[in-house]
């Protein structure tokens, strides 16, 4: 069961990724920027990708270390 979750997780989060990057595409052709301070949209939403990547490196390195959740440490608590 595990397993399957991480192919789940891993999968999801490169689907968001994927479809991040035609997000800010979209915003680089329109070139669209912030009314006040005129700080382009792509910008902004350019962390996006980043922190997908970000969450694909950090479940890596959890599932590598075996770091447990909290829910699972509180459930084998209680037994």
Same mark, same amino acid.
């Given at each position: 069961? !595990?397993? $399957?979750?991480?192919?789940?997780?891993?999968?999801? $989060? #490169?689907? $968001?990724?994927?479809?991040?990057?035609?997000?800010?595409?979209?915003?680089?052709? %329109?070139?669209?920027?912030?009314?006040?301070?005129?700080?382009?949209?792509? $910008?902004?939403?350019?962390?996006?990708?980043?922190?997908?990547?970000?969450?694909?490196? =950090?479940?890596?390195?959890?599932?590598?270390?075996?770091?447990? %959740? !909290?829910?699972? !440490? #509180?459930? =084998? =608590?209680? !037994?």
């Amino acid at each position: 069961m !595990e397993i $399957l979750i991480g192919i789940v997780v891993f999968v999801v $989060l #490169a689907y $968001l990724f994927y479809q991040s990057i035609g997000f800010i595409q979209i915003f680089v052709k %329109s070139g669209r920027a912030t009314s006040m301070l005129k700080i382009p949209y792509w $910008l902004i939403y350019g962390i996006a990708p980043v922190s997908f990547v970000d969450m694909i490196i =950090s479940y890596v390195w959890s599932v590598k270390t075996g770091v447990k %959740s !909290e829910a699972k !440490e #509180a459930a =084998s =608590s209680n !037994e």
